[in-house]
T-cell receptor, first 112, second 116 residues
Framework: DQQVKQNSPSLSVQEGRISILNCDYT??????FLWYKKYPAEGPTFLIS?????DKNEDGRFTVFLNKSAKHLSLHIVPSQPGDSAVYFC???????????FGSGTRLQVQP | DAGVIQSPRHEVTEMGQEVTLRCKPI?????LFWYRQTMMRGLELLIY????????DSGMPEDRFSAKMPNASFSTLKIQPSEPRDSAVYFC??????????????FGPGTRLTVL
């Protein structure tokens, strides 16, 4: 029973274009969402987060959008760079629980 | 700051053997998490501790798995006996306590376990 789903295992985009990574969740208790980035042979690193009281959060080239009614969030990377090539994990938590529930990840490849 | 330290980085063992994975969290962090990454299930939580006390171990697959945190700077995840299906990358993560939801988790580099 996957509570956080990333239905696209992989995505390929051209350098300079927009990358859009999607994530769906089923647990209505989730009120905090994060994106982590993972390079090979390294642990995941925090990228950006959003609270359920917001519908958008921006940090440089990275923007996360949250649609609570659809239980959907997305990560936009503009413009995409070759160094963004990595696996991106969507994660969620709820108040009172510090552990994260992760999606299965999306491998992004940015072509030069 | 050295970050979260895990050892060994790679472990190859034979089915039936005992395996012990080790983790040193970031100093001052009160939460410690053990995750496992597999192709089939992605990144899943096994157990987490707060101030050395296990809070949620519902993700531990079965009795063959056990985790301890004897002090604030050290934790172990033990598998006894190990099975081929335990082959995965095991991550340890830590985070500070506090009320801020922005207290994110910091991951170690992982231990790649192969059980033959």
């Amino acid at each position: 029973d996957q509570q956080v789903k990333q239905n696209s295992p992989s995505l390929s985009v051209q350098e300079g274009r927009i990358s859009i990574l999607n994530c769906d969740y089923t647990n209505s208790m989730f009120d905090y969402f994060l994106w982590y980035k993972k390079y090979p042979a390294e642990g995941p690193t925090f990228l950006i987060s959003i609270s359920s009281i917001k519908d958008k959060n921006e940090d440089g080239r990275f923007t996360v959008f949250l649609n609570k009614s659809a239980k959907h969030l997305s990560l936009h990377i503009v413009p995409s760079q070759p160094g963004d090539s990595a696996v991106y994990f969507c994660a969620a938590s709820y108040t009172g629980r510090r552990a994260l529930t992760f999606g299965s990840g999306t491998r992004l490849q940015v072509q030069p | 700051d050295a970050g979260v330290i895990q050892s060994p980085r790679h472990e190859v063992t034979e089915m039936g053997q005992e395996v012990t994975l080790r983790c040193k969290p970031i100093s001052g962090h009160d939460y410690l998490f053990w995750y496992r990454q597999t192709m089939m299930r992605g990144l899943e939580l096994l157990i987490y501790f707060n101030n050395n006390v296990p809070i949620d171990d519902s993700g531990m697959p079965e009795d063959r798995f056990s985790a301890k945190m004897p002090n604030a700077s050290f934790s172990t995840l033990k598998i006894q006996p190990s099975e081929p299906r335990d082959s995965a990358v095991y991550f340890c993560a830590s985070s500070p306590s506090g009320l801020r939801r922005t207290d994110t988790q910091y991951f170690g580099p992982g231990t790649r376990l192969t059980v033959l």
